[in-house]
């Protein structure tokens, strides 16, 4: 099986109205289509950009996401419909006031979408935003294959990891969002580090630009990339592609998911295989 994948490096900047706003999503999603991408991948908070409206210094506060819940899910699902594509609408705040989540978002060609809270809370976000923990993990099936949605700091936790590829995904989509080079190459160097212990392909991305009117997002690092185990059939470094650091720009890439199942029958190392389940038992 064979999926095309995109992945956008979204550019972060102040909007007076949503309609801005929603311009720049179809922009990059017709970009996708261009190359006719089956999935496309947009980062973590990235409709914070939404708190800008109304001009103010600091901007809304972040509870104010949630009120353009139904509108975002609008505009991904009419443009998932409108493609013919999966699209994981990076992350929006959903809830209210009292209980604030950070949720990815899975869009089908269908229109209809599924979603995946992030499992694990940074300080900024418990301490500033007071977002709180998700409460369980999925896996979702599509017609290329399993794929999985863990959001930035969930891909720091091997724990978490190994229980979406042992429910069977093969691809997990990594929606990011760091403001400093030591954030993203967290992030980053911990892809690596799931991609080869669990035998997987991951495509992940983060924000870019800043946003002068909204506290804690006025500085973004990041960049996209496809990353694959470390054997023959795949590049040497691991990166079948990626973008450049803080461009605004998007990547694409195909996924052979048969060489993954070959890596893991015979490949150099079968890290997968080799897993002592006796010492430290997958899900169940």
């Given at each position: 099986?064979?999926?095309?994948?995109?992945?956008?490096?979204?550019?972060?900047?102040?909007?007076d109205?949503?309609?801005?706003?929603?311009?720049?999503?179809?922009?990059?999603?017709?970009?996708?289509?261009?190359?006719?991408?089956?999935?496309v991948?947009?980062?973590?908070?990235m409709?914070?950009p939404l708190l800008?409206?109304g001009?103010a210094?600091?901007?809304q506060?972040?509870?104010r996401?949630a009120e353009?819940?139904?509108?975002?899910t609008?505009?991904f699902?009419?443009?998932a419909?409108?493609?013919?594509?999966?699209?994981i609408?990076?992350?929006?705040?959903?809830?209210?006031?009292?209980?604030?989540?950070?949720?990815?978002?899975?869009f089908?060609p269908?229109?209809?979408?599924r979603?995946q809270?992030?499992?694990?809370?940074?300080?900024?976000?418990?301490e500033e935003?007071k977002?709180e923990?998700g409460?369980?993990v999925a896996?979702f099936?599509?017609?290329?294959g399993?794929?999985?949605?863990l959001t930035?700091y969930d891909i720091?936790?091997?724990?978490?990891?190994?229980?979406?590829r042992?429910?069977?995904?093969?691809?997990i989509?990594?929606?990011?969002?760091?403001d400093?080079?030591?954030?993203f190459?967290r992030?980053r160097?911990c892809c690596?580090?799931?991609?080869?212990?669990?035998?997987?392909?991951?495509?992940?991305t983060g924000?870019?630009?800043?946003l002068?009117?909204?506290?804690?997002?006025?500085?973004?690092?990041?960049q996209?990339?496809?990353i694959?185990?470390?054997d023959i059939?795949f590049?040497?470094?691991?990166i079948m592609c990626?973008g450049?650091?803080n461009?605004d720009?998007l990547?694409?890439?195909?996924?052979?998911l048969?060489l993954?199942?070959d890596?893991r029958?015979?490949?150099?190392?079968t890290?997968w295989?080799?897993?002592?389940t006796d010492l430290y038992p997958d899900?169940?």
């Amino acid at each position: 099986m064979k999926m095309r994948v995109s992945a956008v490096q979204f550019q972060l900047r102040d909007c007076d109205n949503i309609q801005e706003f929603k311009e720049q999503v179809t922009h990059y999603v017709r970009n996708a289509a261009e190359y006719k991408s089956d999935f496309v991948l947009f980062p973590e908070f990235m409709t914070t950009p939404l708190l800008s409206i109304g001009g103010a210094a600091t901007g809304q506060p972040i509870h104010r996401l949630a009120e353009y819940t139904e509108q975002y899910t609008e505009l991904f699902s009419g443009l998932a419909k409108e493609y013919g594509m999966y699209i994981i609408g990076g992350t929006h705040v959903t809830g209210n006031a009292q209980q604030l989540r950070n949720t990815a978002f899975l869009f089908a060609p269908d229109g209809t979408y599924r979603t995946q809270d992030k499992l694990h809370i940074t300080p900024t976000e418990k301490e500033e935003w007071k977002v709180e923990e998700g409460e369980g993990v999925a896996v979702f099936q599509t017609p290329f294959g399993t794929i999985g949605l863990l959001t930035c700091y969930d891909i720091e936790f091997p724990e978490i990891f190994r229980m979406v590829r042992a429910k069977g995904a093969d691809v997990i989509f990594c929606p990011s969002c760091t403001d400093d080079r030591h954030g993203f190459h967290r992030v980053r160097y911990c892809c690596h580090a799931r991609a080869i212990e669990n035998q997987v392909y991951i495509v992940t991305t983060g924000t870019v630009g800043s946003l002068q009117r909204v506290d804690f997002m006025r500085a973004n690092y990041g960049q996209a990339a496809v990353i694959t185990p470390n054997d023959i059939p795949f590049p040497p470094r691991g990166i079948m592609c990626e973008g450049e650091v803080n461009e605004d720009m998007l990547i694409t890439a195909d996924l052979d998911l048969s060489l993954l199942e070959d890596v893991r029958k015979a490949g150099s190392v079968t890290t997968w295989r080799d897993r002592r389940t006796d010492l430290y038992p997958d899900w169940k």
